[in-house]
């Protein structure tokens, strides 16, 4: 039986149906703990940026990975974030991110995924 460029599109649309909502929990749990593991962050710019700059070298990971997360749960959700392909349901960095935070069965579905759209794994 040969697969049909329809067939791998539908069977994508199936496994983002299927992925959106738990690679998106994966990442927001990722960032709910790292966000409690740093000091409360100031809502406006000025006083980010003196947050920011107050972190120990740990915390400036930290709170890089926690944009990150927070970028890729929103694109995820539909608002579009710089860096990522606008059109992308799952970009491959979510995929990435979330790695090792979904159970067995996501993980399948996401290798799967990956390999309909030609993606590596991290």
Do not use: N
């Not at 738990?22 to 947050?51: F, G, M, N, Q, Y």
């Not at 491959?92 to 399948?108: I, K, N, R, S």
């Amino acid at each position: 039986m040969s697969t049909t460029t329809r067939d791998v599109s539908q069977r994508d649309e199936q496994l983002i149906a299927l992925l959106r909502a738990p690679v998106r929990k994966a990442l927001a749990e990722r960032a709910k703990t790292i966000r409690r593991s740093l000091p409360p962050c100031p809502a406006d710019a000025r006083a980010r940026h003196a947050w920011l700059r107050s972190l120990d070298e740990d915390q400036e990971r930290r709170a890089a990975l926690l944009d990150r997360l927070d970028a890729l749960c929103g694109h995820i959700a539909g608002r579009s974030a710089p860096g990522y392909e606008p059109g992308a349901p799952l970009p491959a960095a979510a995929l990435e991110e979330a790695d090792g935070f979904v159970g067995e069965t996501f993980a399948a579905l996401i290798a799967e995924y990956r390999a309909h759209r030609g993606v590596s794994g991290g």
